[in-house]
Protein backbone atom coordinates (compact mmCIF):
# COMPACT_ATOMS: atom_id res chain seq x y z
CA UNK A 1 0.00 0.00 0.00
CA UNK A 2 1.40 3.56 -1.03
CA UNK A 3 1.89 6.32 1.23
CA UNK A 4 -0.97 8.12 0.09
CA UNK A 5 -3.34 5.09 0.38
CA UNK A 6 -2.13 5.08 3.79
CA UNK A 7 -2.77 8.61 4.15
CA UNK A 8 -6.33 8.18 2.97
CA UNK A 9 -7.39 5.76 5.62
CA UNK A 10 -6.12 7.94 8.03
CA UNK A 11 -8.67 9.74 10.66
CA UNK A 12 -7.14 12.68 10.95
CA UNK A 13 -6.86 13.89 7.89
CA UNK A 14 -10.54 12.93 7.05
CA UNK A 15 -11.33 15.41 10.16
CA UNK A 16 -9.07 17.82 8.07
CA UNK A 17 -11.16 17.56 4.82
CA UNK A 18 -14.07 17.74 7.17
CA UNK A 19 -12.83 20.71 8.82
CA UNK A 20 -12.48 22.63 5.51
CA UNK A 21 -15.94 21.10 4.22
CA UNK A 22 -17.29 22.59 7.59
CA UNK A 23 -16.00 26.04 8.00
CA UNK A 24 -16.57 27.25 4.25
CA UNK A 25 -19.80 25.47 4.14
CA UNK A 26 -20.47 27.96 7.16
CA UNK A 27 -18.72 30.75 5.80
CA UNK A 28 -21.20 30.31 2.26
CA UNK A 29 -24.31 29.85 3.94
CA UNK A 30 -23.43 32.87 5.41
CA UNK A 31 -22.63 34.93 2.44
CA UNK A 32 -25.85 33.26 1.08
CA UNK A 33 -27.61 34.85 3.48
CA UNK A 34 -26.68 38.25 3.37
CA UNK A 35 -27.97 37.93 -0.49
CA UNK A 36 -31.39 37.70 1.12
CA UNK A 37 -31.93 41.40 0.29
CA UNK A 38 -30.74 41.25 -3.40
CA UNK A 39 -33.38 39.04 -3.93
CA UNK A 40 -36.30 41.89 -3.94
CA UNK A 41 -33.88 43.89 -5.96
CA UNK A 42 -32.56 41.88 -8.50
CA UNK A 43 -33.78 38.13 -8.08
CA UNK A 44 -31.78 37.07 -11.19
CA UNK A 45 -28.67 38.21 -10.18
CA UNK A 46 -29.41 37.00 -6.49
CA UNK A 47 -30.08 33.42 -8.15
CA UNK A 48 -27.26 34.17 -10.29
CA UNK A 49 -24.80 34.52 -7.18
CA UNK A 50 -25.78 31.81 -5.02
CA UNK A 51 -25.60 29.23 -7.95
CA UNK A 52 -21.94 30.23 -7.61
CA UNK A 53 -21.67 29.76 -3.84
CA UNK A 54 -23.43 26.64 -3.86
CA UNK A 55 -20.98 25.32 -6.43
CA UNK A 56 -18.33 26.22 -3.30
CA UNK A 57 -19.91 23.63 -1.32
CA UNK A 58 -21.56 21.11 -3.63
CA UNK A 59 -18.37 20.84 -5.68
CA UNK A 60 -16.24 19.42 -2.46
CA UNK A 61 -18.10 16.54 -2.32
CA UNK A 62 -17.46 16.21 -6.18
CA UNK A 63 -13.72 16.59 -5.39
CA UNK A 64 -13.83 14.10 -2.72
CA UNK A 65 -15.30 11.57 -5.25
CA UNK A 66 -13.16 12.43 -8.09
CA UNK A 67 -9.49 13.69 -7.10
CA UNK A 68 -9.46 11.79 -3.39
CA UNK A 69 -10.98 8.58 -3.84
CA UNK A 70 -10.24 8.81 -7.64
CA UNK A 71 -13.29 6.90 -8.51
CA UNK A 72 -14.36 6.73 -12.19
CA UNK A 73 -17.25 7.61 -13.91
CA UNK A 74 -17.97 6.08 -17.17
CA UNK A 75 -20.51 7.79 -19.71
CA UNK A 76 -22.52 5.94 -21.96
CA UNK A 77 -24.81 8.03 -24.20
CA UNK A 78 -25.77 8.17 -27.93
CA UNK A 79 -22.98 10.44 -29.35
CA UNK A 80 -25.35 12.70 -31.44
CA UNK A 81 -27.38 13.51 -27.78
CA UNK A 82 -24.29 14.25 -26.02
CA UNK A 83 -23.43 18.39 -27.08
CA UNK A 84 -26.57 19.06 -25.73
CA UNK A 85 -25.83 17.95 -22.50
CA UNK A 86 -25.45 20.74 -20.49
CA UNK A 87 -26.36 23.49 -22.97
CA UNK A 88 -30.41 23.19 -22.03
CA UNK A 89 -33.03 22.45 -19.53
CA UNK A 90 -33.56 18.58 -18.74
CA UNK A 91 -35.49 16.65 -16.47
CA UNK A 92 -33.07 13.89 -15.23
CA UNK A 93 -34.48 10.68 -14.20
CA UNK A 94 -32.25 7.92 -11.84
CA UNK A 95 -32.52 5.09 -9.85
CA UNK A 96 -32.04 5.34 -6.34
CA UNK A 97 -29.93 2.00 -5.19
CA UNK A 98 -26.90 3.53 -4.28
CA UNK A 99 -25.67 5.81 -1.13
CA UNK A 100 -23.54 7.54 -3.25
CA UNK A 101 -25.84 8.21 -6.21
CA UNK A 102 -26.24 11.17 -5.40
CA UNK A 103 -22.65 12.49 -5.64
CA UNK A 104 -22.32 10.70 -8.89
CA UNK A 105 -24.84 12.81 -10.24
CA UNK A 106 -23.33 15.91 -8.54
CA UNK A 107 -20.12 14.46 -10.41
CA UNK A 108 -21.94 14.73 -14.09
CA UNK A 109 -23.47 18.23 -13.37
CA UNK A 110 -19.76 19.03 -12.53
CA UNK A 111 -18.30 17.51 -16.09
CA UNK A 112 -21.48 19.35 -17.78
CA UNK A 113 -21.04 22.62 -16.35
CA UNK A 114 -24.50 22.49 -14.21
CA UNK A 115 -23.39 21.22 -10.94
CA UNK A 116 -24.14 25.35 -9.42
CA UNK A 117 -27.68 25.10 -10.67
CA UNK A 118 -28.12 21.23 -10.47
CA UNK A 119 -31.73 20.60 -8.60
CA UNK A 120 -33.32 18.00 -7.34
CA UNK A 121 -37.04 17.11 -5.53
CA UNK A 122 -35.82 16.39 -2.03
CA UNK A 123 -37.61 15.05 0.78
CA UNK A 124 -38.58 18.20 3.19
CA UNK A 125 -35.95 16.44 5.66
CA UNK A 126 -33.15 17.03 3.66
CA UNK A 127 -33.73 21.21 4.12
CA UNK A 128 -32.53 20.45 7.77
CA UNK A 129 -29.15 19.32 7.13
CA UNK A 130 -26.55 21.84 7.65
CA UNK A 131 -24.55 23.07 5.01
CA UNK A 132 -26.08 21.42 1.91
CA UNK A 133 -30.02 21.87 2.89
CA UNK A 134 -29.38 25.68 4.35
CA UNK A 135 -27.68 25.67 0.49
CA UNK A 136 -30.35 24.35 -1.10
CA UNK A 137 -32.74 26.35 0.47
CA UNK A 138 -31.01 29.27 -1.50
CA UNK A 139 -30.59 27.48 -4.42
CA UNK A 140 -34.41 26.57 -5.14
CA UNK A 141 -34.34 23.38 -4.51
CA UNK A 142 -38.19 21.66 -4.34
CA UNK A 143 -38.29 20.13 -1.20
CA UNK A 144 -41.66 17.62 -0.80
CA UNK A 145 -42.91 15.69 2.33
CA UNK A 146 -43.81 12.51 0.07
CA UNK A 147 -47.89 13.36 1.19
CA UNK A 148 -49.23 14.21 -1.56
CA UNK A 149 -52.03 15.84 -0.22
CA UNK A 150 -49.79 18.69 0.70
CA UNK A 151 -47.34 18.24 -1.83
CA UNK A 152 -49.71 18.86 -4.52
CA UNK A 153 -49.63 22.74 -4.08
CA UNK A 154 -46.15 23.61 -2.77
CA UNK A 155 -44.19 21.41 -5.06
CA UNK A 156 -45.91 23.52 -8.69
CA UNK A 157 -45.28 26.41 -6.89
CA UNK A 158 -41.68 25.59 -6.29
CA UNK A 159 -41.40 24.53 -9.59
CA UNK A 160 -43.41 27.32 -11.51
CA UNK A 161 -40.40 29.46 -9.39
CA UNK A 162 -37.72 27.71 -12.24
CA UNK A 163 -40.02 29.11 -15.21
CA UNK A 164 -37.61 31.79 -15.61
CA UNK A 165 -34.45 30.38 -14.22
CA UNK A 166 -31.27 32.61 -15.33
CA UNK A 167 -29.52 29.52 -16.29
CA UNK A 168 -29.56 25.88 -17.42
CA UNK A 169 -30.38 23.42 -15.05
CA UNK A 170 -31.39 19.92 -14.26
CA UNK A 171 -33.73 19.02 -12.22
CA UNK A 172 -33.60 15.44 -10.78
CA UNK A 173 -36.10 12.79 -9.85
CA UNK A 174 -35.82 9.86 -8.13
CA UNK A 175 -39.46 8.81 -8.99
CA UNK A 176 -39.15 5.51 -6.77
CA UNK A 177 -39.40 8.29 -4.05
CA UNK A 178 -36.93 6.49 -1.36
CA UNK A 179 -33.77 3.98 -1.74
CA UNK A 180 -33.79 0.36 -2.68
CA UNK A 181 -34.09 -2.19 0.33
CA UNK A 182 -35.44 -5.70 0.16
CA UNK A 183 -38.28 -5.09 2.00
CA UNK A 184 -39.49 -1.94 -0.05
CA UNK A 185 -39.08 -4.07 -3.55
CA UNK A 186 -41.46 -6.77 -1.75
CA UNK A 187 -44.16 -4.14 -0.65
CA UNK A 188 -44.13 -2.08 -3.88
CA UNK A 189 -43.97 -5.72 -6.53
CA UNK A 190 -47.36 -5.90 -4.29
CA UNK A 191 -48.32 -2.44 -5.31
CA UNK A 192 -47.27 -3.32 -9.12
CA UNK A 193 -49.24 -6.78 -8.53
CA UNK A 194 -52.33 -4.68 -7.55
CA UNK A 195 -52.22 -2.51 -10.35
CA UNK A 196 -51.87 -4.88 -13.13
CA UNK A 197 -48.18 -3.72 -13.65
CA UNK A 198 -45.43 -5.70 -14.57
CA UNK A 199 -42.85 -6.60 -11.38
CA UNK A 200 -39.39 -4.99 -11.30
CA UNK A 201 -36.71 -6.78 -10.60
CA UNK A 202 -33.92 -3.58 -9.86
CA UNK A 203 -36.01 -1.11 -9.06
CA UNK A 204 -38.77 0.05 -6.73
CA UNK A 205 -42.27 1.09 -8.39
CA UNK A 206 -41.70 5.06 -9.37
CA UNK A 207 -44.00 7.54 -7.84
CA UNK A 208 -45.63 8.63 -10.98
CA UNK A 209 -47.40 11.78 -9.22
CA UNK A 210 -43.88 13.86 -8.89
CA UNK A 211 -42.92 13.40 -12.39
CA UNK A 212 -46.36 14.41 -13.84
CA UNK A 213 -46.63 17.37 -11.96
CA UNK A 214 -43.14 18.30 -12.90
CA UNK A 215 -43.57 17.92 -16.44
CA UNK A 216 -46.92 20.08 -16.34
CA UNK A 217 -45.03 22.66 -14.52
CA UNK A 218 -41.93 22.82 -16.81
CA UNK A 219 -43.22 22.12 -20.28
CA UNK A 220 -42.12 24.83 -21.85
CA UNK A 221 -38.93 25.93 -20.02
CA UNK A 222 -37.41 22.09 -19.96
CA UNK A 223 -36.97 20.96 -23.53
CA UNK A 224 -35.67 16.55 -22.74
CA UNK A 225 -36.18 13.79 -20.13
CA UNK A 226 -32.82 12.59 -19.16
CA UNK A 227 -33.60 8.70 -18.89
CA UNK A 228 -30.52 7.82 -16.62
CA UNK A 229 -29.56 4.33 -15.15
CA UNK A 230 -26.53 3.89 -12.70
CA UNK A 231 -24.73 0.67 -11.82
CA UNK A 232 -21.41 0.06 -10.44
CA UNK A 233 -18.87 -2.78 -11.76
CA UNK A 234 -17.71 -5.83 -9.59
CA UNK A 235 -21.19 -5.64 -8.20
CA UNK A 236 -20.11 -2.76 -5.56
CA UNK A 237 -21.91 -1.72 -2.91
CA UNK A 238 -20.35 2.02 -2.58
CA UNK A 239 -20.28 4.27 0.39
CA UNK A 240 -19.80 7.80 1.53
CA UNK A 241 -17.12 6.41 4.39
CA UNK A 242 -15.19 4.46 1.58
CA UNK A 243 -15.16 7.09 -0.58
CA UNK A 244 -13.99 9.36 2.32
CA UNK A 245 -11.32 6.66 3.10
CA UNK A 246 -10.25 6.90 -0.44
CA UNK A 247 -11.83 3.76 -2.05
CA UNK A 248 -11.60 3.99 -5.90
CA UNK A 249 -15.39 3.20 -7.45
CA UNK A 250 -16.04 2.64 -10.84
CA UNK A 251 -19.68 3.56 -11.66
CA UNK A 252 -21.63 3.61 -15.17
CA UNK A 253 -24.15 5.58 -16.32
CA UNK A 254 -26.44 5.12 -19.18
CA UNK A 255 -27.93 8.10 -20.46
CA UNK A 256 -30.81 8.59 -23.22
CA UNK A 257 -32.18 12.01 -24.04
CA UNK A 258 -36.12 12.14 -24.70
CA UNK A 259 -37.39 15.04 -25.80
CA UNK A 260 -40.01 16.28 -23.44
CA UNK A 261 -42.67 16.41 -26.60
CA UNK A 262 -43.13 12.73 -26.73
CA UNK A 263 -44.17 12.71 -22.91
CA UNK A 264 -47.75 12.51 -22.89
CA UNK A 265 -49.82 15.54 -21.25
CA UNK A 266 -52.45 13.38 -20.04
CA UNK A 267 -51.95 12.24 -16.56
CA UNK A 268 -52.90 9.58 -16.74
CA UNK A 269 -50.91 8.57 -20.39
CA UNK A 270 -47.68 10.22 -18.32
CA UNK A 271 -47.87 7.67 -15.62
CA UNK A 272 -48.13 5.21 -18.00
CA UNK A 273 -44.98 6.64 -19.89
CA UNK A 274 -43.14 6.70 -16.73
CA UNK A 275 -44.25 2.99 -15.52
CA UNK A 276 -42.83 1.96 -19.08
CA UNK A 277 -40.14 3.54 -18.82
CA UNK A 278 -39.04 2.03 -15.55
CA UNK A 279 -39.60 -1.26 -17.42
CA UNK A 280 -36.88 -0.40 -20.03
CA UNK A 281 -34.69 1.11 -17.15
CA UNK A 282 -34.85 -3.02 -15.50
CA UNK A 283 -33.73 -4.58 -18.94
CA UNK A 284 -31.42 -2.23 -18.92
CA UNK A 285 -30.07 -2.84 -15.09
CA UNK A 286 -30.49 -7.08 -15.82
CA UNK A 287 -28.40 -6.50 -18.85
CA UNK A 288 -25.50 -4.93 -17.01
CA UNK A 289 -25.60 -7.48 -14.57
CA UNK A 290 -25.25 -9.79 -16.89
CA UNK A 291 -22.80 -8.46 -19.23
CA UNK A 292 -21.38 -5.71 -17.25
CA UNK A 293 -22.37 -3.56 -19.70
CA UNK A 294 -24.91 -1.10 -20.74
CA UNK A 295 -26.22 -0.68 -24.20
CA UNK A 296 -24.66 2.35 -26.45
CA UNK A 297 -21.42 3.86 -26.63
CA UNK A 298 -19.06 5.47 -24.21
CA UNK A 299 -17.90 8.60 -24.52
CA UNK A 300 -15.07 10.63 -23.47
CA UNK A 301 -15.51 12.89 -20.53
CA UNK A 302 -12.72 13.57 -18.57
CA UNK A 303 -12.61 15.38 -15.25
CA UNK A 304 -12.47 18.84 -14.99
CA UNK A 305 -9.54 20.59 -12.50
CA UNK A 306 -12.41 23.48 -11.03
CA UNK A 307 -13.62 21.35 -8.09
CA UNK A 308 -10.01 20.64 -6.83
CA UNK A 309 -8.75 24.48 -7.28
CA UNK A 310 -11.92 25.31 -5.35
CA UNK A 311 -11.28 22.98 -2.74
CA UNK A 312 -7.97 24.31 -2.63
CA UNK A 313 -8.55 27.31 -2.16
CA UNK A 314 -10.95 26.56 0.61
CA UNK A 315 -8.48 24.14 2.10
CA UNK A 316 -5.91 27.55 2.12
CA UNK A 317 -8.26 30.04 3.57
CA UNK A 318 -9.51 27.81 6.28
CA UNK A 319 -6.50 25.76 7.41
CA UNK A 320 -3.70 28.69 7.91
CA UNK A 321 -5.76 29.73 10.95
CA UNK A 322 -6.12 26.41 12.30
CA UNK A 323 -2.67 25.71 12.04
CA UNK A 324 -1.79 29.39 13.63
CA UNK A 325 -4.12 28.51 16.18
CA UNK A 326 -2.85 25.02 17.60
CA UNK A 327 0.71 26.26 17.16
CA UNK A 328 -0.49 28.73 19.84
CA UNK A 329 -1.96 26.12 21.65
CA UNK A 330 0.71 23.97 22.12
CA UNK A 331 3.00 26.78 22.97
CA UNK A 332 0.96 28.57 25.38
CA UNK A 333 -2.24 26.57 26.18
CA UNK A 334 -3.60 25.18 29.26
CA UNK A 335 -4.60 22.20 30.00
CA UNK A 336 -7.66 23.40 30.01
CA UNK A 337 -7.76 25.06 26.72
CA UNK A 338 -6.19 21.48 25.18
CA UNK A 339 -9.05 19.32 26.84
CA UNK A 340 -11.64 22.35 25.11
CA UNK A 341 -9.89 21.64 21.69
CA UNK A 342 -10.20 18.01 21.73
CA UNK A 343 -13.50 18.30 22.52
CA UNK A 344 -13.95 20.13 19.73
CA UNK A 345 -12.53 17.65 17.59
CA UNK A 346 -15.05 14.97 19.18
CA UNK A 347 -17.59 17.58 18.13
CA UNK A 348 -16.38 18.02 14.55
CA UNK A 349 -16.14 13.87 14.09
CA UNK A 350 -19.17 13.31 15.64
CA UNK A 351 -21.00 16.08 13.17
CA UNK A 352 -19.30 14.37 10.33
CA UNK A 353 -20.78 10.85 11.60
CA UNK A 354 -23.84 12.23 11.55
CA UNK A 355 -23.91 13.73 8.02
CA UNK A 356 -22.58 10.64 6.84
CA UNK A 357 -25.36 8.69 8.20
CA UNK A 358 -28.00 10.63 6.23
CA UNK A 359 -26.66 8.83 3.29
CA UNK A 360 -26.65 5.31 4.55
CA UNK A 361 -29.26 2.91 3.30
CA UNK A 362 -29.39 0.99 6.78
CA UNK A 363 -30.52 4.22 8.25
CA UNK A 364 -33.22 5.09 5.66
CA UNK A 365 -36.49 6.39 6.30
CA UNK A 366 -39.74 3.72 6.72
CA UNK A 367 -41.27 5.28 3.91
CA UNK A 368 -42.76 2.23 0.91
CA UNK A 369 -42.43 0.20 4.29
CA UNK A 370 -45.78 -0.48 3.96
CA UNK A 371 -48.10 -0.31 1.10
CA UNK A 372 -49.77 3.45 0.91
CA UNK A 373 -53.80 3.25 0.56
CA UNK A 374 -54.22 2.95 -2.87
CA UNK A 375 -55.75 5.67 -4.45
CA UNK A 376 -58.33 6.17 -6.97
CA UNK A 377 -58.32 10.06 -7.74
C1 LIG B 1 -25.81 13.43 -18.85
C2 LIG B 1 -25.88 13.14 -17.42
C3 LIG B 1 -27.23 12.86 -16.95
C4 LIG B 1 -27.58 12.68 -15.71
C5 LIG B 1 -26.77 12.84 -14.51
C6 LIG B 1 -27.50 12.40 -13.30
C7 LIG B 1 -27.96 13.17 -12.32
C8 LIG B 1 -27.64 14.60 -12.11
C9 LIG B 1 -28.77 15.54 -11.97
C10 LIG B 1 -28.96 16.40 -10.97
C11 LIG B 1 -28.29 16.33 -9.66
C12 LIG B 1 -28.96 17.15 -8.64
C13 LIG B 1 -28.92 16.93 -7.33
C14 LIG B 1 -28.37 15.72 -6.69
C15 LIG B 1 -28.00 15.92 -5.28
C16 LIG B 1 -28.60 15.48 -4.25
C17 LIG B 1 -29.87 14.69 -4.26
C18 LIG B 1 -30.06 14.02 -2.97
C19 LIG B 1 -31.17 13.61 -2.41
C20 LIG B 1 -32.56 13.87 -2.73
C21 LIG B 1 -33.31 12.62 -2.94
C22 LIG B 1 -34.58 12.51 -2.23
O1 LIG B 1 -34.88 13.14 -1.28
S1 LIG B 1 -35.65 11.30 -2.90
C23 LIG B 1 -37.12 11.51 -1.97
C24 LIG B 1 -37.94 12.66 -2.37
N1 LIG B 1 -38.35 12.68 -3.74
C25 LIG B 1 -39.40 11.98 -4.21
O2 LIG B 1 -40.08 11.28 -3.48
C26 LIG B 1 -39.71 12.10 -5.66
C27 LIG B 1 -40.60 10.96 -6.16
N2 LIG B 1 -41.90 10.93 -5.47
C28 LIG B 1 -43.06 11.35 -6.01
O3 LIG B 1 -43.03 11.78 -7.15
C29 LIG B 1 -44.31 11.28 -5.18
O4 LIG B 1 -45.38 11.08 -6.02
C30 LIG B 1 -44.57 12.55 -4.33
C31 LIG B 1 -43.37 12.82 -3.42
C32 LIG B 1 -44.76 13.77 -5.22
C33 LIG B 1 -45.81 12.35 -3.47
O5 LIG B 1 -45.57 11.30 -2.54
P1 LIG B 1 -46.69 10.31 -1.96
O6 LIG B 1 -46.14 9.28 -1.06
O7 LIG B 1 -47.81 11.11 -1.45
O8 LIG B 1 -46.88 9.55 -3.25
P2 LIG B 1 -47.97 9.11 -4.14
O9 LIG B 1 -49.25 9.86 -3.98
O10 LIG B 1 -47.34 9.13 -5.46
O11 LIG B 1 -48.19 7.62 -3.56
C34 LIG B 1 -49.33 6.95 -3.72
C35 LIG B 1 -49.27 6.18 -5.00
O12 LIG B 1 -48.22 5.20 -4.90
C36 LIG B 1 -48.81 3.89 -4.85
N3 LIG B 1 -48.13 3.17 -3.80
C37 LIG B 1 -48.56 2.87 -2.60
N4 LIG B 1 -47.62 2.22 -1.90
C38 LIG B 1 -46.58 2.11 -2.71
C39 LIG B 1 -45.33 1.54 -2.58
N5 LIG B 1 -44.93 0.96 -1.46
N6 LIG B 1 -44.49 1.61 -3.62
C40 LIG B 1 -44.84 2.20 -4.77
N7 LIG B 1 -46.05 2.79 -4.97
C41 LIG B 1 -46.90 2.72 -3.94
C42 LIG B 1 -50.23 4.10 -4.56
O13 LIG B 1 -50.96 3.04 -5.11
C43 LIG B 1 -50.50 5.45 -5.27
O14 LIG B 1 -50.57 5.22 -6.65
P3 LIG B 1 -51.30 6.22 -7.67
O15 LIG B 1 -51.50 5.41 -8.91
O16 LIG B 1 -52.56 6.68 -7.05
O17 LIG B 1 -50.35 7.36 -7.92
C1 LIG C 1 -15.75 17.28 0.98
C2 LIG C 1 -15.77 16.70 2.29
C3 LIG C 1 -16.97 16.00 2.70
C4 LIG C 1 -16.78 15.29 3.97
C5 LIG C 1 -17.87 14.37 4.33
C6 LIG C 1 -19.06 15.11 4.72
C7 LIG C 1 -20.28 14.37 4.70
C8 LIG C 1 -21.38 15.25 4.28
C9 LIG C 1 -22.58 14.48 4.01
C10 LIG C 1 -23.63 15.32 3.44
C11 LIG C 1 -24.89 14.60 3.36
C12 LIG C 1 -25.88 15.34 2.54
C13 LIG C 1 -27.05 14.57 2.29
C14 LIG C 1 -27.38 14.59 0.83
C15 LIG C 1 -28.17 13.73 0.25
C16 LIG C 1 -28.56 12.37 0.74
C17 LIG C 1 -29.30 11.74 -0.38
C18 LIG C 1 -30.16 10.66 -0.11
O1 LIG C 1 -29.81 9.62 -0.50
O2 LIG C 1 -31.37 10.93 0.49
C19 LIG C 1 -32.24 9.88 0.66
C20 LIG C 1 -33.56 10.13 0.02
O3 LIG C 1 -33.40 10.23 -1.34
C21 LIG C 1 -34.50 9.05 0.31
O4 LIG C 1 -34.49 8.78 1.62
P1 LIG C 1 -34.94 7.37 2.26
O5 LIG C 1 -36.42 7.33 2.20
O6 LIG C 1 -34.29 6.27 1.49
O7 LIG C 1 -34.45 7.47 3.68
Redesign the pocket.
Known amino acids: MGLLQLLKGQFLCHLLIFYVFLVSGLLVNLLQLCTLPLWALNRQLARRINCRLGYCISSQMVALLEWWSGTECT?Y?DPESYPR?GKENAI?I?N?NFEID?LC??T??ER?GVLGT??????KE?AYVPLIGWMWYFQEIVF?K???EE?RRT?AKSLQNLRDYPENF?F???????RFTEK?HK??ME?AES?GLPKLKHH??P?????C?TVQNLRGTVTAV?D?TLNFRNKETPTLRGVLSGKKYHAD?Y?RRIPLDSVPEDEAEC?AWLHKLYQEKDTFQEGYTQTGRFPGPVVNLPRQPWALLNWLFWAVLVLGPLILLLLQLLQTGSTLTVLCSLAVCIAVSGAVHWMIGQTEINRASS??N???P??NN
Not at 207 to 211: H, V
Open positions: LTYVLHFGWFCFSKVMAKLCRKWDVWLLFCEGTKISVKLLRTKGFVYSLVAYGKQALN
